[in-house]
């Protein structure tokens, strides 16, 4: 069975390093300044020209708290009129980049996120949402995927029936960890009765999808009280749960700073919170999807992990793989074809930019052929837990082995230790090497070295 996952302490101890998520192929490590606003605009007309369909993102970058544990891009004020002139540069965005794409191009899926989307007004709200439908092509049937990121302090039933209106029908809920205690360590309190009004109101409004967010590694958690907060959570049924790793990189992330280390739970009571949240949550019918993601039998995302359509980008898994991702908004990503490319993370440069009618776009990277490859190697390890190398050697033109005869020692050594089955024709990732698919991947990763690697969450 494809959710099937068996836990083994010491597979996890010998292979859990840090290294990428793997949302891209190559990861935003190596973009690099020599990509700009003209060669996103070929992309966008090779788009065009090939009738894509597309998925948009949105980041909105405020916040009215700050939460200790964020690595996002993120404005932290109490001051909701920076929200205007923000959402009017995103429009300058928006007219310069749909003229570029086909009137016909079908948005597929839309995504807002941040910081904190509904810092924005109902009347923002509205106005955003009629100038992306006034110049992208969004479903008015509810055939699309829609959604936004909510922090349940920050919405109520009237800013749900709101966005219900708008045409969302997913919405993720971002909650971390419901002991009091551990919120006061990051500074996000947040009630249970908060969080499950909000639940109710998209049950009742007849959303399609509710994801909820959880980290386990925070200040004073312990494996008893995150166990509690799973069970909670649990009961509330969203139809995906997300059980992130917190990644404490206090010279990455400022905020990160306000925690003391000390109270960090031990490296034991992580893998002990890790252990206990996988069997919660098989026990009450989920099935993991693969990379801290878990979903009900009938969500979409199991059924795409099961017929083989199962993709990843920059929102995480998506059955919306095939569509050219539009990035709009500060430190916002596109991937076009083959083009990846990012917007200045400053909110100031990125807004001056549009000041002046130009694209904020600032870095990025443009596939060749050895990244195309090992993209699909590194796409369908972590989707479907499997690869056939038939498809790969058909696709590229090349002798599989051959090509990686560098690393197959090294898989040859996680064949041995239990991680993955190998033979000449395929790898598939047993039960026990599932938690640890990114160890796998990291083989067929070209560009890491020690260096990087740093920049990079542990597996587990």
């Not at 404005?75 to 009137?103: F, M, N, Q, W």
């Not at 109520?156 to 002991?179: A, H, I, K, P, Y």
């Not at 280390?261 to 098989?282: G, V």
């Not at 990035?327 to 076009?336: A, E, K």
Request: a negative charge.
């Amino acid at each position: 069975m494809l959710d099937a996952i068996r836990w083994d302490t010491d597979l996890i101890r010998r292979y859990d390093q840090a290294g990428p998520r793997y949302t891209s192929y190559p990861t935003a490590v190596q973009f690099h300044d020599g990509i700009g606003s003209f060669e996103l605009l070929h992309a966008l007309r090779d788009s065009r020209k090939a009738q894509r369909p597309l998925s948009l993102y949105v980041h909105v970058p405020f916040c009215a708290n700050i939460c200790y544990y964020c690595g996002c891009n993120k404005v932290i004020t109490k001051d909701r009129g920076r929200a205007l002139p923000y959402l009017e540069r995103l429009e300058k965005e928006i007219d310069l980049i749909s003229c570029h794409l086909a009137p016909n191009q079908q948005v597929e899926q839309l995504h807002l996120g941040g910081g904190t989307p509904t810092f924005l007004s109902h009347d923002e709200l509205r106005r955003l949402m009629a100038k992306l439908r006034s110049k992208f092509n969004l479903a008015n049937d509810d055939s699309g995927d829609y959604g936004i990121e909510i922090d349940p302090r920050e919405a109520d039933w009237s800013t749900m029936g709101l966005l219900r209106e708008l045409g969302f029908n997913r919405v993720s809920l971002g909650v971390q960890d419901l002991d009091p205690e551990v919120q006061r360590a990051v500074n996000r309190l947040q009630s249970l009765d908060e969080t499950r009004a909000i639940v109710d109101a998209a049950r009742t409004l007849q959303f399609r999808s509710i994801n909820i967010d959880l980290i386990y590694g925070l200040p004073k958690q312990t494996p008893e009280s995150f166990a509690r907060t799973v069970d909670a959570i649990i009961a509330l049924q969203p139809d995906r749960l997300s059980v992130f790793n917190y990644a404490h990189l206090p010279e990455r992330f400022l905020p990160q700073r306000r925690i003391n280390s000390d109270d960090l739970p031990l490296p034991a009571d992580k893998l002990a919170m890790l252990q206990n949240s996988i069997e919660q949550l098989t026990a009450a019918g989920y099935r993991y999807i693969g990379m801290d993601h878990f979903a009900l039998p009938d969500d979409e995302l199991a059924s795409a992990q099961e017929d083989g359509t199962l993709q990843r980008n920059f929102q995480g898994y998506t059955t919306h793989g095939h569509c050219d991702l539009i990035g709009l908004g500060v430190s916002s990503i596109s991937q076009i074809g083959d083009l990846y490319c990012q917007n200045s993370s400053d909110i100031a440069i990125y807004q001056q930019s549009l000041d002046n009618e130009q694209l904020a776009t600032c870095r990025g990277l443009l596939c060749n052929e050895d990244d195309r490859l090992r993209r699909a190697v590194i796409q369908q390890l972590i989707c479907e837990f499997r690869l056939d190398f038939a498809a790969i050697e058909a696709s590229f033109s090349i002798a599989f082995a051959d090509y990686f005869a560098v690393v197959w020692p090294q898989l040859e050594q996680m064949a041995k230790d239990g991680l993955i089955d190998l033979d000449a024709h395929s790898i598939d990732i047993r039960p026990a090497g599932r938690l640890l698919v990114r160890s796998v991947c990291m083989l067929f990763d070209r560009y890491l070295s020690a260096m990087t690697t740093q920049r990079f969450s542990r597996v587990i």
